[in-house]
C-alpha cells in the first residue's frame, strides 16, 4: 500500500455493504435518492480531499503550532486550506436534509467519510467536526431564533462550534461547575466564568465561534440538576444577523498538549467586563441533557478517532515491516545471505496483527453503532425504535473507551515495530501515538465510562439493552454457516455465560455495602463487556470474509479476506482469554482498589517541621 493511501481500498467496501448492508437504507424515503454510487462518489471525494491537502500538512503543523501574540490566533496556512476545502465539498452538512442546504446522508456513511480525514490528519479535522457536533445540539433543542441566528453560517462553515464544558477545578466533575449566567430583560444572559482544554476554541478559520456554554442560573437547584446550556458567540449577531462586534470572550492562552498540536486547546474567560451575551438552549436547569445529545455523538467519534488513528500508525509501521532489512531466518541465515525484511520475523508479525485487531476492530465496532443511529432513525417499529436506542446507549461507553484504549496501543506497537526509528521525530509513528494519547481523556476519561456502563447502563430500564445485545449477538452467531468462523463463534459463547454469571453477582451486591469494590472494579467490568462486544464484531468480520473469500480469484482480494479471517483469530484466541482474571476479581468481590492506602515520603516541608 502506497504510503500516502490512507485507508485500505477494500476495507470501507467491506465493512459498509458487505458487513453492514449500508444500501439498505437507500430503501427508506429518507435516503431514497442516494445508492451505492452516490455513497461510493461521497466516499472519492473526501479520499481526495483528505489525501492531497489534509494528509500534507499532519507532520508540519505538529511541528508548528498555533501561536498566540495577546491579540489574535496563527497558524500554517494549510490549515485554513484544508478547512476551507473541507466546508465547500457539503460534508459539514453532509447528514443534515436537503432543505437545510446538507446531502442527507446516513450516519454510517458520513462515520466513514470521517475515517479519512482523521487518518490524514486529527488536528485539522477537529474544527469542521466540532462544528458539527455543535450543529447537532442546536438543530435539535434550540428556538427557531437561535437556529435562524446561527445554524445556516455553521452549516456551510463560516460559522464554526466548539463545547465548553470543562473549568479548571471541576474537570468531569460537571455539578462542580461555577460560570454563571443571569437573564437580562431583553431574554439573553450574561454570562461569566472561565472554561479550559476547549478545543478550537479560538482561530481565525472563520467569521465567527459559537460557544455552547454549560453554566448555572443563580437561585436554580443544586448539583447538575441546575445546569442549563447557552450560545456564546464569539462576535455578537446585530438585528439583520450580520456579524457584529466582539462578544466579551476573550482568550487567555494556548495549551501546550502532547498530540493534536495543530489544534487550539484553549482557555477561555468569559464576562470579564460583565457584558458577555449568551443565548439560552431550551429551557433553564436541562443544559446537561441537552449537551449529552452532543456527548454522546462526540463519544462515537473520539472512539472512532482513536481506531482511525491507530490504523494509520499499523499501515505505517506494515509498510516499514516489508521494506526494512535485518537478522536472517533459517534455512537461509548464513552469513553471506542477504539480509531478510523484518515482516517475515515471528514477533514483528505479532505485533503487525495484534495492531491489525485493535484498530481495524474498534473501525468495525464504531461503525457498527454509527449504523445503529441510522436503524433507529429509519425504524418505524416503536417498540424496535426504544430496544435499539437502549442498545445504543449501553454500548456508547464501549464505543469512547475501547477504541480509545487499543488504538494508543496499536500505535505503541507501532513505534516497537520501528525500533530505533520509531521514537525519532524524523519517522511519523511517534505523532501517531502522542496524538491518539489524548483520546483516553478525551469526551469523559474511560475510567468516567467504565463507570458509567457498571453503574447505569447495564441496569437502566430493567436492563433492556443488554437484553437486545445478546439478542444481537445469538443472531449473529447462530446464522454462521463457514466452518472456521464457527469455531471462533464456540469459544465466544462460553464466556457470554461468564458474562451473565458476573451481572447476576453484581445485581446482588450492588444495594450492599459491597457495592463500593465495582468504584475500583469497574475497569474489569468494562474490560469483560468491551472483550466480548469486539469479539462478536470481530467474528462478524471473519464470517462474511469466509462466505467472500469463496466467491472471488481475486488475489489482493482473498489476502484481504484471510487478513480478516486471522485478526479474529488473533483477537479471540490471545486478548478474549485474559478477561478470565477480570471475572475472577468480580466474582470474588476484589476489594484491592478500594481498601488500599496509598503512602508517599513526607515531603521537605513536612520533614523541616
Given at each position: 500500500?502506497?504510503?500516502?493511501t490512507?485507508?485500505?481500498?477494500?476495507?470501507l467496501?467491506?465493512q459498509?455493504?458487505?458487513?453492514?448492508?449500508?444500501?439498505?437504507?437507500?430503501?427508506?424515503?429518507?435516503?431514497?435518492?442516494?445508492?451505492?454510487?452516490?455513497?461510493?462518489?461521497?466516499?472519492?471525494?473526501?479520499?481526495?480531499?483528505?489525501?492531497?491537502?489534509?494528509?500534507?500538512?499532519?507532520?508540519?503543523?505538529d511541528?508548528?503550532?498555533?501561536?498566540?501574540?495577546?491579540?489574535?490566533?496563527?497558524?500554517?496556512?494549510?490549515?485554513?486550506?484544508?478547512?476551507?476545502?473541507?466546508?465547500?465539498?457539503?460534508?459539514?452538512?453532509?447528514?443534515?436534509?436537503?432543505?437545510?442546504?446538507?446531502?442527507?446522508?446516513?450516519?454510517?456513511v458520513?462515520?466513514?467519510?470521517?475515517?479519512?480525514?482523521?487518518?490524514?490528519n486529527?488536528?485539522?479535522?477537529?474544527?469542521?467536526?466540532?462544528?458539527?457536533?455543535?450543529?447537532?445540539?442546536?438543530?435539535?433543542?434550540?428556538?427557531?431564533?437561535?437556529?435562524?441566528?446561527f445554524?445556516p453560517?455553521?452549516?456551510?462553515?463560516?460559522?464554526?462550534?466548539?463545547?465548553?464544558?470543562?473549568?479548571?477545578?471541576?474537570g468531569?466533575?460537571?455539578?462542580d461547575?461555577?460560570?454563571?449566567?443571569?437573564?437580562?430583560?431583553?431574554?439573553?444572559?450574561r454570562?461569566?466564568?472561565?472554561?479550559?482544554?476547549i478545543?478550537?476554541?479560538?482561530?481565525?478559520?472563520?467569521?465567527?465561534?459559537?460557544?455552547l456554554?454549560?453554566?448555572?442560573?443563580?437561585?436554580?437547584?443544586?448539583?447538575?440538576?441546575?445546569?442549563?446550556?447557552?450560545?456564546?458567540?464569539?462576535?455578537?449577531?446585530n438585528?439583520?444577523?450580520?456579524?457584529?462586534?466582539?462578544?466579551?470572550?476573550?482568550?487567555?492562552?494556548?495549551?501546550?498538549?502532547?498530540?493534536?498540536?495543530?489544534?487550539?486547546?484553549?482557555a477561555?474567560?468569559?464576562?470579564?467586563?460583565?457584558?458577555?451575551?449568551?443565548?439560552?438552549?431550551?429551557?433553564?436547569?436541562?443544559?446537561?441533557?441537552?449537551?449529552?445529545?452532543?456527548?454522546?455523538?462526540?463519544?462515537?467519534?473520539?472512539?472512532?478517532?482513536?481506531?482511525?488513528?491507530?490504523?494509520?500508525?499499523?499501515?505505517?509501521?506494515?509498510?516499514?515491516?516489508?521494506?526494512?532489512?535485518?537478522?536472517?531466518?533459517?534455512?537461509?541465515?548464513?552469513?553471506?545471505?542477504?539480509?531478510?525484511?523484518?515482516?517475515?520475523?515471528?514477533?514483528?508479525?505479532?505485533?503487525?496483527?495484534?495492531?491489525k485487531?485493535?484498530?481495524?476492530?474498534g473501525i468495525?465496532?464504531?461503525?457498527?453503532?454509527?449504523?445503529?443511529?441510522?436503524?433507529?432513525n429509519?425504524?418505524?417499529?416503536?417498540?424496535?425504535?426504544?430496544?435499539?436506542?437502549?442498545?445504543?446507549?449501553?454500548?456508547?461507553p464501549?464505543?469512547?473507551?475501547?477504541?480509545?484504549?487499543?488504538?494508543?496501543?496499536?500505535?505503541?506497537?507501532?513505534i516497537?515495530?520501528?525500533?530505533?526509528?520509531?521514537?525519532?521525530?524524523?519517522?511519523?509513528?511517534?505523532?501517531?501515538?502522542r496524538?491518539?494519547?489524548l483520546?483516553?481523556?478525551?469526551?469523559?476519561?474511560?475510567?468516567?465510562?467504565?463507570?458509567?456502563?457498571?453503574?447505569r447502563?447495564?441496569?437502566?430500564?430493567?436492563?433492556?439493552?443488554?437484553?437486545?445485545?445478546?439478542?444481537?449477538?445469538?443472531?449473529?452467531?447462530?446464522s454462521?454457516?463457514?466452518?472456521?468462523?464457527?469455531k471462533?463463534?464456540?469459544?465466544?459463547?462460553?464466556?457470554?455465560?461468564?458474562?451473565?454469571?458476573?451481572?447476576?453477582?453484581?445485581?446482588?451486591?450492588?444495594?450492599?455495602?459491597?457495592?463500593?469494590?465495582?468504584?475500583?472494579?469497574?475497569?474489569?467490568?468494562?474490560?469483560?463487556?468491551?472483550?466480548?462486544?469486539?469479539?462478536?464484531?470481530?467474528?462478524?468480520?471473519?464470517?462474511?470474509?469466509?462466505?467472500?473469500?469463496?466467491?472471488?480469484?481475486?488475489?489482493d482480494?482473498?489476502?484481504?479476506?484471510?487478513?480478516?479471517?486471522?485478526?479474529?483469530?488473533?483477537?479471540?484466541?490471545?486478548?478474549?482469554?485474559?478477561?478470565?482474571?477480570?471475572?475472577?476479581?468480580?466474582?470474588?468481590?476484589?476489594a484491592?482498589?478500594?481498601?488500599?492506602?496509598?503512602?508517599?515520603?513526607?515531603?521537605?516541608?513536612?520533614?523541616?517541621?
Open positions: 500500500m502506497a504510503a500516502d490512507l485507508i485500505n481500498d477494500f476495507e467496501p467491506f459498509l455493504y458487505d458487513v453492514l448492508g449500508v444500501e439498505h437504507l437507500t430503501k427508506h424515503s429518507k435516503f431514497a435518492e442516494h445508492s451505492r454510487e452516490t455513497f461510493d462518489a461521497v466516499l472519492d471525494t473526501a479520499n481526495k480531499i483528505a489525501t492531497q491537502l489534509f494528509l500534507p500538512h499532519n507532520h508540519v503543523a511541528k508548528n503550532e498555533p501561536q498566540f501574540d495577546g491579540k489574535k490566533v496563527s497558524m500554517i496556512d494549510d490549515v485554513k486550506v484544508a478547512f476551507d476545502a473541507f466546508r465547500e465539498s457539503g460534508f459539514i452538512a453532509g447528514r443534515y436534509s436537503f432543505d437545510d442546504g446538507g446531502m442527507q446522508l446516513p450516519e454510517t458520513m462515520t466513514a467519510v470521517a475515517g479519512y480525514f482523521m487518518a490524514a486529527p488536528s485539522t479535522t477537529a474544527y469542521p467536526f466540532l462544528t458539527t457536533a455543535a450543529i447537532n445540539v442546536i438543530s435539535h433543542f434550540a428556538s427557531d431564533e437561535i437556529k435562524q441566528a445554524m453560517r455553521m452549516l456551510t462553515g463560516e460559522f464554526t462550534g466548539t463545547m465548553a464544558l470543562t473549568e479548571p477545578h471541576a468531569s466533575s460537571l455539578a461547575i461555577k460560570t454563571t449566567a443571569v437573564k437580562q430583560e431583553d431574554g439573553s444572559y454570562i461569566k466564568g472561565s472554561k479550559i482544554y478545543s478550537a476554541g479560538d482561530h481565525e478559520l472563520s467569521d465567527n465561534i459559537v460557544h456554554v454549560l453554566a448555572k442560573v443563580p437561585g436554580g437547584p443544586a448539583g447538575v440538576k441546575g445546569i442549563s446550556l447557552f450560545a456564546v458567540p464569539k462576535y455578537r449577531l438585528d439583520d444577523l450580520s456579524v457584529g462586534e466582539r462578544n466579551d470572550v476573550h482568550l487567555t492562552g494556548l495549551i501546550h498538549k502532547l498530540g493534536y498540536r495543530g489544534a487550539t486547546s484553549t477561555l474567560s468569559f464576562g470579564d467586563a460583565g457584558d458577555c451575551h449568551g443565548y439560552l438552549i431550551g429551557e433553564e436547569h436541562f443544559g446537561l441533557r441537552y449537551m449529552f445529545k452532543m456527548m454522546n455523538e462526540a463519544r462515537i467519534a473520539v472512539g472512532f478517532g482513536a481506531a482511525m488513528i491507530g490504523y494509520r500508525g499499523y499501515q505505517y509501521s506494515l509498510d516499514y515491516a516489508k521494506d526494512r532489512t535485518q537478522g536472517r531466518i533459517a534455512p537461509n541465515n548464513k552469513p553471506e545471505d542477504a539480509a531478510t525484511a523484518i515482516i517475515q520475523h515471528g514477533d514483528v508479525k505479532r505485533m503487525l496483527l495484534a495492531q485487531a485493535y484498530s481495524e476492530g468495525s465496532l464504531c461503525l457498527y453503532g454509527s449504523n445503529l443511529i441510522d436503524r433507529i429509519t425504524c418505524e417499529d416503536a417498540t424496535l425504535k426504544n430496544e435499539l436506542s437502549e442498545l445504543l446507549d449501553l454500548l456508547t464501549v464505543l469512547k473507551a475501547w477504541p480509545s484504549e487499543y488504538g494508543p496501543k496499536a500505535n505503541d506497537l507501532g516497537q515495530v520501528l525500533g530505533g526509528a520509531g521514537y525519532t521525530r524524523e519517522y511519523q509513528a511517534e505523532q501517531f501515538w496524538d491518539n494519547r483520546n483516553p481523556i478525551h469526551e469523559g476519561t474511560n475510567g468516567v465510562q467504565a463507570l458509567d456502563l457498571s453503574f447502563k447495564l441496569w437502566q430500564n430493567k436492563g433492556l439493552g443488554i437484553q437486545i445485545l445478546k439478542r444481537e449477538i445469538t443472531q449473529d452467531l447462530e454462521i454457516s463457514t466452518p472456521e468462523t464457527a471462533l463463534a464456540g469459544k465466544l459463547m462460553p464466556y457470554m455465560g461468564h458474562l451473565h454469571e458476573v451481572l447476576v453477582h453484581l445485581s446482588k451486591i450492588l444495594q450492599t455495602e459491597k457495592a463500593l469494590t465495582l468504584t475500583g472494579n469497574a475497569q474489569a467490568l468494562m474490560n469483560i463487556f468491551a472483550s466480548i462486544v469486539v469479539s462478536w464484531i470481530w467474528i462478524r468480520q471473519a464470517s462474511k470474509a469466509e462466505q467472500l473469500l469463496n466467491d472471488t480469484a481475486d488475489v482480494k482473498q489476502n484481504f479476506y484471510h487478513g480478516k479471517i486471522q485478526a479474529a483469530k488473533y483477537f479471540i484466541d490471545w486478548e478474549l482469554p485474559l478477561i478470565n482474571r477480570d471475572i475472577e476479581l468480580l466474582n470474588n468481590d476484589n484491592v482498589c478500594t481498601n488500599c492506602l496509598l503512602y508517599t515520603s513526607p515531603s521537605p516541608r513536612d520533614m523541616r517541621r
